[in-house]
């Protein structure tokens, strides 16, 4: 039996809805789901939420929709991949391409093996590589894989995939990009071999062509073959444009591939350029996709690379720059968004802000959620809506960000009647602030989102009250959740003097005083940051921008510590570009004298003075302590309050909207 999503309508977004038929691909749209670690693997065997994962976005309209990488080699041990060179996992494979597949959604099982490679502190014991040199990042160095070892490689991957398509999978992808196997294998910078998979190009891409060879003759002629290659990995001695362009040509020559997309860095210090953040343009990789469409024979291309907009997509086959488009963040944050898209209800879509939260809880072995989704491979997450109770509660939330908000339109959704306060004149609290700073504009399609819902179900909204105990009281709420957020503890050894005077501002005043100026102001800006966070970066960037010298200060041993690595990459990238510096192991000191312009720091450890001079502002990012005024007045006059997000303990954006969903169910 067909899903409702079986086939979409094609009249607004008439290129992106449309069929591929051409060879063996037959798809009933172009839109992709790109390959994405769940870490919702257990031992090497898949798990009902994996699948559900997948079934969700089969469900929400997908056309094709590519697994996280699998074990195809017994070489291959990694926990969290399931399994499949061997027949321990085949009725979870049978169940997991049945999920897919009968929702007319072609699924295909990724190859893939990280190598040296490791994002994790320390190095990796059981790495094989290609020749002996060090991971760029981990220094990780290898066990060299032996020429019987690679051949025996091949021949698994073959009857792996082999067995995918016994078990009812479509085709298979090969990862050769992103800095994994594959690419080590091809680019000169990690091979130095000798024999047959060394030397020059074709040596270089052997292991590559020979496993596609493999595959081609172990499975039926209908099977399909994705290739996602290596674009630019911006490494000396890597894959290049051109380099990308020659490999391209020579894969896909003799006809074996059914698509092909391209990928941007390696692992090394390039890896965030992978999932591009929204210091990039949008669509980031098309240029380059572009440009390499040209040496690919004729492949059917998959666009890639931060999209996000159904209009962008649409837009990219309109143009015929690609036949298809991959989507992986932005299906992750809502998989019913072709669904949503193909019947108009754009603004219902939970937009990816591309914070790469997603990719830091993967890294960090937790199961891939979502700062904009909180109901990420639940069984009815497609389209969800809550179930409406049969009699509402007048419920009183105080606070418009985005816990308060979350809480606010579930709340009203399952029927209660709900007022929220918000002392700002705006909703989104404090990441309202943050999408006002570089790179985080995006984040407005958090707040939208829930404030778009909240209106649809009739919360009425207070702004610009800074809520009593008697607003809250005059409004008869029978339940009460207190969303207040939290403020930045005043550093330790700032004096209170300086609290008084008003001349060291916490980062959000300094932030948004900031957002005043745009012509450059002279002097030097200076930022206490025990914060880490990528808020904090964003007004060191406004403050280059707007004065001679920027100088961070902080009391570890260096800056961006609480980010995913790949945040943390970008953002030393471009401190080091902005000539921000850097003053670690240091506190902020009493021997400042501010009117003469002059901060003092002391390193922790020694306790040496240094001194920054014709300073013009400075600013502290400290951690934050919740807002409890109002939570211990409601509770001394007996009113049922519960405290979520910051106000109950100061955390991520990610914590804010899981809390303030929970919150909204419960009450
Ligand atoms: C959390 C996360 C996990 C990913 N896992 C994989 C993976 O296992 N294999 C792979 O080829 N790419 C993986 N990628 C990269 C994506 O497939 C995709 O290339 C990248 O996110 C850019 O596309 P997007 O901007 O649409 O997200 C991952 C990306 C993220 C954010």
Redesign the pocket.
């Known amino acids: 039996m067909k899903s409702p999503a079986a086939t979409l309508p094609a009249a607004l977004y008439p290129n992106l809805f449309s069929p591929w038929r051409r060879g063996r691909l037959n798809l009933r749209n172009r839109v992709v789901h790109?390959?994405?670690?769940t870490r919702r693997v257990f031992d090497q065997t898949p798990t009902q939420q994996m699948i559900q994962y997948y079934e969700n976005r089969a469900a929400g309209g997908a056309a094709m929709v590519?697994t996280?990488?699998l074990n195809t080699a017994r070489i291959q041990t990694r926990g969290h991949y399931v399994r499949a060179w061997n027949d321990d996992n085949l009725d979870w494979l049978r169940r997991w391409a049945d999920a897919v597949e009968s929702k007319d959604c072609r699924l295909l099982g990724?190859i893939?093996d990280s190598g040296r490679g490791r994002h994790e502190r320390g190095r990796n014991p059981n790495a094989i590589g290609v020749s002996a040199l060090p991971d760029d990042l981990s220094w990780t160095v290898p066990r060299t894989l032996s020429r019987d070892e690679i051949w025996r490689m091949i021949d698994d991957i073959a009857q792996s995939a082999a067995r995918l398509e016994r078990c009812g999978f479509s085709g298979v992808?090969f990862?050769a990009?992103?800095g994994?196997l594959f690419h080590q294998f091809m680019a000169r910078r990690s091979n130095l071999r000798e024999d047959e998979f060394g030397g020059d190009l074709a040596g270089r891409m052997r292991f590559l062509t020979a496993s596609i060879a493999a595959v081609r003759a172990a499975c039926s002629g209908g099977f399909l073959i994705g290739l996602?290659m290596p674009g630019d990995d911006g490494m000396p001695d890597g894959v290049d444009p051109e380099q990308a362009a020659a490999m391209a040509s020579l894969v896909t020559a003799d006809g074996s591939i059914d698509y092909v997309?391209f990928?941007q860095g390696a692992h090394s210090r390039t890896l965030d350029w992978?999932?591009?953040d929204m210091h990039w343009p949008r669509a980031?990789?098309m240029p380059l996709i572009r440009q390499l469409r040209a040496h690919v024979h004729g492949v059917p291309v998959m666009a890639?690379?931060?999209?996000?907009d159904p209009a962008e997509a649409d837009g990219i086959i309109g143009r015929s720059e690609t036949e298809l488009v991959?989507?992986?963040?932005?299906?992750?944050t809502d998989p019913a968004w072709p669904l949503k898209a193909a019947h108009g209800r754009e603004s219902e879509i939970r937009y990816?802000v591309?914070c790469?939260t997603?990719?830091g809880?993967?890294v960090e072995g937790q199961p891939?959620s979502c700062d904009n989704n909180p109901r990420v491979a639940l069984p009815d997450e497609v389209e969800w809506q809550p179930s409406r109770l049969k009699r509402g509660r007048r419920v009183t939330v105080v606070g418009a960000g985005v816990a308060g908000l979350e809480a606010a339109w579930i709340a009203a959704a399952r029927g209660h009647r709900v007022t929220v306060f918000s002392a700002g004149a705006e909703v989104g609290g404090s990441t309202r602030l943050h999408s006002r700073l570089p790179g985080g504009e995006s984040l407005s399609s958090v707040y939208d989102f829930q404030y778009t819902q909240a209106r649809r179900h009739g919360v009425t909204f207070e702004l610009g009250i800074c809520a009593s105990v008697d607003d809250v009281l005059a409004s008869r709420a029978q339940r009460v959740i207190l969303a207040a957020g939290a403020t930045m503890i005043w550093p330790r050894t700032a004096p209170d003097a300086w609290r008084e005077d008003g001349v060291l501002l916490d980062a959000r005043s300094a932030a948004a005083a900031l957002s005043e100026f745009h012509e450059p102001q002279g002097g030097t800006a200076v930022l206490f940051d025990m914060d880490h966070t990528e808020g904090t970066y964003a007004l060191a960037e406004i403050m280059r921008r707007l004065f001679d010298r920027t100088v961070i200060v902080t009391p570890r041993e260096r800056v961006a510590m609480d980010v995913p690595l790949v945040t943390s990459l970008s953002i030393y990238r471009r401190l080091t570009r902005l000539d921000i510096e850097i003053v670690a192991l240091s506190e902020l000191a009493a021997e400042s004298d501010f009117e003469a312009g002059r901060i003092a720091y002391r390193n922790v450890h020694t306790g040496t003075l240094g001194f920054i001079d014709e300073v013009a502002i400075a600013a502290y990012a400290t951690p934050r302590a919740p807002r409890t005024t109002l939570l211990d007045a409601l509770r001394d006059a007996g009113v049922p309050v519960q405290a979520i997000g910051d106000c109950k303990t100061p955390r991520s954006l990610l914590a804010a909207t899981s809390e303030g969903y929970a919150a909204g169910m419960r009450v």
């Open positions: 790109a390959a994405m670690t590519v996280e990488p990724q893939q992808e990862s990009g992103h994994h996602k997309t990928c992978h999932i591009p980031a990789w890639l690379g931060l999209i996000t991959a989507l992986g963040r932005a299906l992750v990816c591309s790469n997603c990719w809880q993967i891939l």
